[in-house]
């Protein structure tokens, strides 16, 4: 909406549903393909450059070297492309870069995070690397820490806080959801037009009006209790019944965390 269908170009390694297909122009990208990457971004002239590439959290366990390689060797491609071609370079970092170390209430853009998921500690790589590639070579990096994100368009990608968005779909589909986490499990969450929001602001931000590369962002917190009490009133025979994973509940230890910098 702001700069035009023809102007934003999507990429990913799966076939897109039609709906996505024709709102504007797509194509096959892979981030491990370096030699791609460079011909993308010289053919298509692009400018900006928003990466998404990641295994979440949970996927992120189950398939270590997997993750290894799309969150840390594909990071890596992406870094030397935007400093090369010099682009201004978005990469969304995440809560889960926190640790059970690090303060809460509030928790400040800089402090100890020492996360325990592969995922987290790939991100904490790629705020670290991104600021590295600023000040070296003077790359336009720009990056957000991002909660849980709420979107009716998309389904769930394997991160801890996805059963925010499968709570729903259940609902309406089954009237019925069977949660992996504990019902006082409190975690951050944003509706996905505030991330989109805040995203844009700070990548139109001046560059002299940014004193860090890397930004909390905050909206809301609750717990599954709470989001299914909110659901009854829409869907009255709605049922809920835990299933904890071990797994999934180790990930989400933040019960009462709240983040401060870049609010929305």
């Given at each position: 909406k702001r700069f035009g269908k023809d102007s934003v170009i999507l990429s990913d390694i799966k076939?897109?549903?039609?709906?996505?297909?024709?709102?504007?122009?797509?194509?096959?990208s892979d981030?491990?393909?370096?030699?791609?990457?460079?011909e993308i971004?010289?053919?298509?002239?692009?400018?900006?450059?928003?990466?998404?590439?990641?295994?979440l959290s949970a996927v992120g366990e189950a398939n270590v070297s997997l993750a290894r390689a799309v969150n840390i060797t594909g990071l890596h491609n992406i870094l030397d492309v935007a400093a090369e071609h010099s682009l201004r370079l978005f990469v969304p970092s995440t809560i889960g870069?926190?640790?059970?170390?690090?303060?809460?209430?509030?928790?400040?853009?800089?402090?100890?995070?020492?996360?325990?998921?592969?995922?987290?500690?790939?991100?904490?790589?790629?705020?670290?690397?991104?600021?590295?590639?600023?000040?070296r070579y003077g790359l336009d990096f720009r990056c957000l820490?991002?909660?849980?994100?709420?979107?009716?368009?998309?389904?769930?990608?394997?991160?801890?806080?996805?059963?925010?968005?499968?709570?729903?779909?259940?609902?309406?589909?089954?009237?019925?959801?069977?949660?992996?986490l504990e019902a006082h499990t409190r975690l951050p969450m944003m509706y996905i037009d505030d991330c989109l929001r805040a995203t844009l602001e700070v990548m139109e931000a001046p560059a002299e009006s940014l004193s860090m590369r890397t930004y909390n962002v905050s909206a809301m917190s609750f717990t599954p209790k709470e989001?299914?009490?909110?659901?009854?009133?829409?869907?009255?025979?709605?049922?809920?019944?835990?299933?904890?994973?071990?797994?999934?509940?180790?990930?989400?230890?933040?019960?009462?965390?709240?983040?401060?910098?870049?609010k929305t």
């Open positions: 076939k897109p549903p039609d709906h996505v297909f024709h709102s504007g122009p797509f194509i096959y981030i491990l393909d370096y030699k791609s990457l460079r971004v010289v053919n298509k002239r692009i400018t900006w450059l928003f990466h998404y590439s990641a295994l870069a926190f640790g059970p170390t690090s303060p809460r209430n509030p928790t400040p853009d800089l402090c100890i995070q020492r996360p325990r998921t592969i995922y987290g500690v790939s991100k904490v790589h790629a705020e670290l690397m991104g600021e590295y590639y600023h000040y820490r991002y909660p849980g994100i709420i979107s009716a368009d998309s389904q769930p990608g394997g991160g801890t806080t996805d059963y925010a968005v499968q709570i729903f779909q259940d609902a309406m589909k089954h009237g019925k959801f069977e949660c992996n989001l299914a009490q909110e659901v009854l009133k829409h869907v009255p025979e709605f049922q809920i019944t835990y299933n904890v994973d071990a797994i999934r509940q180790a990930i989400g230890w933040y019960p009462a965390f709240t983040v401060s910098s870049w």
